[in-house]
């Protein structure tokens, strides 16, 4: 499953990432005949729509009103971000079925949550750090409240997070580093900018490190591991559909 998660860049309010990365990534895509799924942030459904249309090939999901971590809302903040943010993308001409929580963050009410306002699976388990949370012997679907759970993949040591960031820090070993059983890759609009500036809530060195290879060495990363899966990308709707 290849995933991309919508929002502003580096969490400035800016959205060169929609408008410059946005247009290009979709053309690779379809140069490796992959097929993608978007987790959307609500305020930016918008300028999305103007380049991703609802009848393209690519999944749309929700990624929250505004990028808020969950875990910091109480649970009438996190109902309407997730019931806000779908009936955007509805109203926008998008079949909302999945949702990944900002920054991977999920209160334990989630599933619940999401059962109430209508989704059908969730992609935010695990953590966006190396970490025991990314730990699961798990392939399928964890089902929850009727929610089925993508679980999160890993590099080989099983704890680092399968997404571009990691990728890019560890180049040029990351690609090669992937577990065998990995099949959910995430990445950001951002990481492809020529733009280094890293996540702007992390302290000035973290936040250097962070923007490692972003732009066109991003962009190459990408290639890469497109051409290794050419033809064998999924969206979550499909792999979740798979089982059952
Ligand atoms: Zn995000």
Same mark, same amino acid.
């Given at each position: 499953m290849l995933t991309v998660d919508v929002e502003s860049d580096w969490g400035s309010g800016r959205t060169r990432g929609i408008e410059e990365a946005l247009p290009r990534l979709l053309d690779l895509l379809d140069q490796y005949e992959a097929r993608a799924t978007f987790f959307v942030v609500g305020d930016f459904a918008t300028p999305f729509r103007k380049r991703v249309r609802p009848e393209s090939r690519h999944e749309v999901g929700s990624?929250?009103?505004?990028?808020?971590?969950?875990? /910091?809302? +109480?649970e009438s903040d996190v109902a309407f971000e997730l019931s806000r943010s779908r009936s955007i993308l509805e109203d926008l001409g998008f079949d909302v079925r999945g949702f990944r929580a900002p920054f991977l /963050?999920? $209160?334990? %009410?989630l599933p619940r949550l999401l059962a109430n306002t209508g !989704? &059908? !699976?969730?992609?935010? %388990?695990?953590?966006? *750090? $190396? &970490?025991?949370?990314?730990?699961?012997?798990?392939?399928d679907p964890v089902v929850e409240r009727g929610i089925k759970r993508i679980p999160p993949s890993t590099l080989f040591d099983r704890?680092?997070? *399968?997404s571009l960031t990691y990728l890019r820090l560890l180049h040029p070993l990351g690609l090669g580093l992937? &577990?065998?059983?990995?099949?959910l890759f995430y990445f950001h609009l951002?990481?492809?900018? +020529?733009?280094?500036?890293?996540?702007?809530?992390? $302290?000035g060195p973290l936040q250097r490190l962070h923007a490692r290879n972003v732009g066109e060495r991003a962009w190459n990363i990408l290639e890469r591991l497109l051409k290794t899966f050419r033809g064998r990308t999924m969206r979550c709707r499909d792999f979740v559909e798979a089982h059952g």
């Open positions: 990624h929250g009103l505004t990028h808020t971590p969950l875990t /910091r809302l +109480d /963050r999920s $209160p334990r %009410m !989704y &059908s !699976y969730d992609s935010s %388990m695990g953590s966006v *750090f $190396p &970490s025991l949370r990314n730990l699961t012997r798990r392939r704890i680092t997070p *399968f992937r &577990s065998k059983h990995a099949k951002h990481e492809l900018l +020529d733009e280094p500036r890293g996540w702007r809530g992390l $302290p």
